[in-house]
């Protein structure tokens, strides 16, 4: 803490404005008060708040106000302690409650500080103003309805009847979309707004998972009362997830209030969500309400998803609009969304559309996905006039080059087409977001068919896949067996990896390298590599995770990825994009469940075991209880049913891989495990070690708290190389000869060394961490979330390990070690 000294000066200052009657320029004081102030309002800051007694009676409340203002903003957690406690000091007179005045303020302040009066002190501010005449100002009244909707206290019941007498519209301020709406109501004719508040109240008593029949029937009849009612109802829901408008102060212990929805609001949004698909269909009204979905999924701090309830409802919404875009939504979020109750809900709506259609659940995904107006594959060219724009996503990345009327390429939009096609090109950059987002969901869901065994009939595959206008372009980046033959496409055909013609057949598979002979493999990688084909995902690069000694010594679990240390909501993320079920360990639970991922179609269940690490709620544990780190144990396997008549094309089904004699709660031998399951379960779990382990971690050399993690650290990020490490080393080994700085790298061991000019490097091939010369010293080097343009023009076999690209940055920065400007680095290289 800083030396006592300094706060009577600051004092003085404080005294001096206060006399002076500047608020502003006395908050900014405060402000600086509490940022190097650590201590209680007591003892040392007897001075402050004396010399903040010097305020004019009259000016006190705006000083409260600033000053609350300012905290709303503080992110740093001691100095909100210490603001929060000085708020405490200035608004004690206020909430006595003995005149209008002083209730005005108190509410004031408690509309932007979560749960700081209990519910009998709001019931007796409101009922004080209310009965001296005084209109309650509209934050006021969102503040008790957020005080109902949350709960937070029994006696919150009693304000329920007092905000029943109030007529003001039911929306809550300090939302864009809400202020918008708000805003767009009180503009319109004086009998339209009265049927749109209408509208909000109805909404508002969206209280159930679905509309009942009664409830629907009063929503069509509002709509119908409404001028154009559709185009401002996706204007509003566009909104939804924009910062607040309005920030709230929290204590320390709450989750972040300005991250989550308004509870309240949330249900008026429910409503308005259900209303819009009861109008005629529009092209926009699903892309709104699946871009909602996604919104109301994003997590809070301490909170999780947003508005669950919100996102179910747009599901609602999009199973109720019969529009091949909202089946193209639905198809698409069921491959990217990972929280269970909106994935559960996704999933009943695309089996009730299969039914409905008399297909499979995969039949409906794959014709669910669009052309976006791509009228080859991977291209579209929309006009604008003289003047066009070329999408082009046929290597994966979505691009979008300008010609203006000329014929000239331009590097943005020209002013002629945002001056006169400005709803055209709204509409086309629209569909270029609906690409992008659509690309990456077909992807994962084509990483998925290698458990799913899939076989297709030829011309299915071909018209689905291959010449489909936006999959294709992820279909021929991958490798297929034809009738058993692997072979891919290039100029204008399928071919083998001899470059022959394969020119049709009766079923098509996608290929996996497990069970190939080597040379196969190896083959398909110098292909690849030769026609520089970057595939969507690891497929001829893959690894393969076959049986080891040490697992067939322990027969029934495999102890490969065991004593690892991982940031638990890291790996809790992972978990669920890679479909596996798995719950956050808190420190006062007494035991865990496994992270688990059902196989239904092998018959299997496949167990990764982990607990939570440490003891210090301060250090080992988020602010809700949640764990920071877990460690790693076995992974285990366990029969359960399987769908009767199930038979992949594997051969054989599921049946044959049961042990017989097994009972459900006993370990199946790995030895039975089929080698497909074991090794993609593996891969997995090492895709979890590989990201989630803290030993990934450049500023982590000291070991975390108090040291505990230092072995392992050390023991990870310079160790023996993981399946998904191997493959990069590979990889370089091929790439780094056909590099610029190929002089100056080559690999060595479990490491990629690069000669600079001031030292030598080695880059861990796992951890991507750094020593250098002499003596093994540790360089910290943290990498930018984006991978720098050092990396841009290197021909990478496939998308998605960032680890290999930050390694490649690295290795460019570091071979010119003289020209490294950044002070965190060069100060290192001087030690």
Same mark, same amino acid.
């Given at each position: ?42 003892? &040392? ?170 409830? &629907? ?170 003047? %066009? ?5 046929? %290597? ?18 020209? /002013? ?13 950059? /629209? ?65 083998? %990896?001899?470059?022959?013609? +394969? ?114 709620? &301060?250090?080992?544990?988020?602010? %809700? ?47 039975? +495990? ?158």
């Amino acid at each position: 803490m800083p030396t006592p000294t300094i706060f009577p000066e600051r004092a003085e200052r404080m005294a001096a404005l206060a006399r002076h009657g500047d608020v502003e320029a006395l908050t900014d004081e405060v402000m600086a008060y509490t940022a190097v102030y650590t201590g209680d309002w007591g003892h &040392e800051s007897r001075d402050a708040t004396t010399a903040l007694g010097l305020l004019a009676p009259e000016r006190k409340p705006e000083l409260l106000m600033a000053v609350l203002e300012r905290c709303c903003q503080v992110t740093e957690t001691e100095q909100r302690r210490v603001t929060n406690d000085l708020l405490e000091i200035l608004v004690k007179p206020y909430s006595k409650i003995r005149t209008p005045d002083s209730a005005a303020v108190a509410l004031a302040f408690g509309a932007r500080h979560t749960a700081y009066f209990g519910g009998d002190e709001l019931r007796r501010m409101t009922e004080l103003l209310l009965e001296a005449g005084r209109p309650l100002p509209v934050e006021v009244v969102a503040m008790l309805r957020r005080t109902v909707a949350h709960g937070y206290w029994s006696a919150a019941e009693a304000i329920k009847p007092l905000l029943d007498k109030l007529d003001v519209p039911m929306l809550n301020p300090g939302e864009a979309w809400a202020d918008r709406a708000l805003a767009d109501v009180a503009s319109l004719d004086p009998a339209e707004a009265r049927r749109w508040y209408e509208v909000f109240r109805h909404a508002a008593t969206a209280t159930s998972a679905k509309p009942s029949q009664r409830w &629907e029937t009063t929503g069509r009849e509002l709509l119908v009362e409404l001028t154009d009612p559709g185009d401002r109802l996706r204007t509003w829901l566009g909104l939804v997830g924009r910062p607040r408008t309005i920030l709230l102060n929290r204590t320390r212990w709450e989750h972040d209030v300005n991250e989550a929805f308004d509870q309240f609001n949330a249900t008026v949004l429910r409503g308005l969500v259900w209303l819009v698909s009861f109008l005629p269909e529009q092209p926009e009204t699903p892309r709104v309400l699946g871009a909602l979905v996604e919104t109301s999924l994003r997590k809070a701090t301490g909170l999780g998803p947003r508005s669950p309830k919100v996102a179910n409802a747009c599901v609602y919404a999009l199973s109720r609009v019969p529009s091949e875009e909202a089946l193209a939504q639905l198809a698409r979020l069921a491959a990217r969304v990972t929280f269970k109750g909106t994935l559960k809900e996704l999933n009943a709506a695309l089996d009730a559309r299969a039914a409905a259609l008399h297909l499979t659940r995969d039949e409906v995904e794959e014709l669910a996905v669009p052309a976006y107006g791509l009228t080859e594959v991977g291209r579209r060219v929309e006009h604008f006039g003289e003047a %066009s724009a070329t999408l082009d996503a046929t %290597s994966g990345t979505v691009t979008v080059t300008w010609r203006n009327s000329a014929g000239k390429t331009v590097k943005s939009v020209p /002013a002629s087409v945002r001056s006169a096609y400005s709803e055209q090109l709204a509409e086309f950059k /629209a569909a270029v977001k609906d690409v992008e987002k659509m690309l990456s969901a077909q992807a994962e869901r084509l990483d998925r068919q290698f458990l799913a065994q899939r076989v297709w009939p030829f011309e299915a595959w071909r018209a689905r896949y291959l010449d489909h206008p936006l999959v294709g372009t992820l279909a021929r980046r991958l490798i297929w067996l034809v009738d058993d033959v692997p072979c891919a496409y290039w100029d204008g055909a399928l071919r083998t %990896s001899e470059d022959k013609e +394969i020119a049709a057949g009766e079923t098509v598979r996608l290929w996996h390298p497990i069970g190939r002979e080597v040379d196969e493999v190896i083959a398909w990688r110098a292909w690849l590599e030769a026609k520089r084909v970057t595939q969507p995902f690891k497929q001829a690069h893959r690894e393969v995770y076959l049986l080891t000694a040490a697992e067939e010594n322990t027969r029934v679990y495999s102890n490969r990825y065991a004593a690892h240390i991982l940031r638990q909501h890291q790996f809790h993320a992972l978990t669920a994009a890679r479909g596996w079920r798995n719950k956050l360990r808190m420190m006062v639970d007494d035991e865990y469940e496994p992270a688990t991922r059902e196989l239904t179609q092998w018959g299997l269940r496949a167990e990764f075991w982990i607990e939570g690490v440490g003891d210090d709620w &301060e250090t080992d544990a988020t602010e %809700s209880g949640a764990y920071l780190r877990i460690t790693t144990d076995q992974v285990r396997f366990y029969p359960i049913s399987a769908p009767e008549n199930h038979a992949h094309a594997g051969g054989g089904g599921y049946a044959q891989w049961i042990h017989q004699d097994a009972q459900p709660t006993d370990p199946l031998p790995l030895a039975e +495990i089929p080698p497909l399951v074991l090794s993609e379960v593996l891969r997995d779990v090492d895709l979890f070690v590989g990201v989630a382990s803290v030993g990934n971690d450049p500023t982590w050399q000291d070991g975390g708290p108090e040291g505990q993690f230092r072995e392992y650290w050390a023991s990870y990020s310079f160790g023996e190389l993981s399946g998904t490490a191997q493959t990069r080393k590979e990889i370089l080994g091929r790439l780094v000869p056909r590099l610029a700085i190929a002089d100056r790298a080559e690999v060595e061991g479990r490491f990629l060394v690069v000669r600079g000019d001031l030292r030598t490097y080695k880059i861990h091939l796992g951890s991507g961490n750094i020593l250098m010369s002499p003596n093994d010293q540790y360089l910290c080097i943290v990498p930018k979330q984006s991978v720098g343009s050092s990396t841009r023009d290197v021909f990478l076999p496939f998308e998605g390990d960032r680890v290999l690209a930050v390694i490649l940055s690295k290795a460019f920065m570091l071979a010119k070690d003289t020209q490294i400007a950044d002070p965190t680095i060069t100060q290192q290289l001087r030690r």
